[in-house]
């Protein structure tokens, strides 16, 4: 029996894919452009600017939106959320391995939301046991009627595999232990060589030549 989706759960507080709506409420707003890239997009060395940028972050009401705009957008230079590119780094890293369920929900539930690879693998699995087709998983993930349709096949083949092999143990394989090894008889037939150097070598007759006899009579 599929599952079939409802939109009766509350909005959640996750940004929408292409939302800037937040940029209104930030800190930095009121700032002219060229002072604002003094600040937030310093010099290495530039230790106040970065102190005065990381002070005005700290009272910023948006100051969440901010790092997980510059996260989702792979933004690596400047100053986003109060955070510079070396403080950012782990983040970067590990953005990844994010597997966020609310994230999951919201797509169901009709918003477009960032999704990592795990997340969004989730999304393409549970699409496919609620019964969805190509062209609604398509509208969800913002891609093309066919490759909405190759996921969903190689969603089914995965799910497949797993409910015909799910609590059955995997096949040790065999190795031959060294009795076996030791009890198998040794082959008695020499190499090729071996062979070859086994055989007689029979000595070569050499031709001895006729003696020849003198004349025993007196030389006239």
């Not at 002070?55 to 400047?78: I, Q």
Request: charged letters at 25%.
């Amino acid at each position: 029996m599929r599952l079939i989706t409802t939109y009766t759960s509350p909005t959640t507080g996750l940004r929408p894919l292409g939302d800037t709506s937040w940029h209104r409420h930030a800190a930095c707003q009121d700032l002219h452009p060229e002072d604002a890239d003094e600040l937030f997009f310093p010099l290495p060395r530039d230790h106040d600017a970065i102190a005065e940028a990381k002070t005005l972050c700290a009272s910023c009401p948006v100051r969440r939106d901010c790092l997980n705009s510059a996260l989702e957008n792979g933004d690596k230079d400047g100053i986003w959320g109060g955070l510079t590119e070396s403080d950012r780094q782990p983040w970067h890293d590990g953005l990844p391995q994010r597997l966020d369920h609310q994230r999951v929900l919201a797509v169901f539930n009709g918003r477009y939301v960032h999704l990592t690879t795990k997340e969004r693998d989730v999304v393409i699995g549970h699409a496919y046991v609620r019964g969805w087709k190509a062209d609604r998983l398509a509208v969800a993930l913002q891609v093309s009627q066919p490759h909405a349709r190759d996921l969903l096949t190689e969603a089914a083949y995965k799910i497949d595999h797993r409910d015909r092999t799910l609590g059955v143990p995997p096949q040790p394989k065999k190795r031959r232990t060294k009795r076996q090894q030791q009890s198998q008889p040794p082959t008695t037939t020499p190499p090729a060589a071996e062979q070859r150097g086994s055989l007689p070598v029979q000595p070569q007759s050499v031709p001895v030549p006729p003696a020849r006899h003198g004349s025993f009579g007196k030389v006239a």
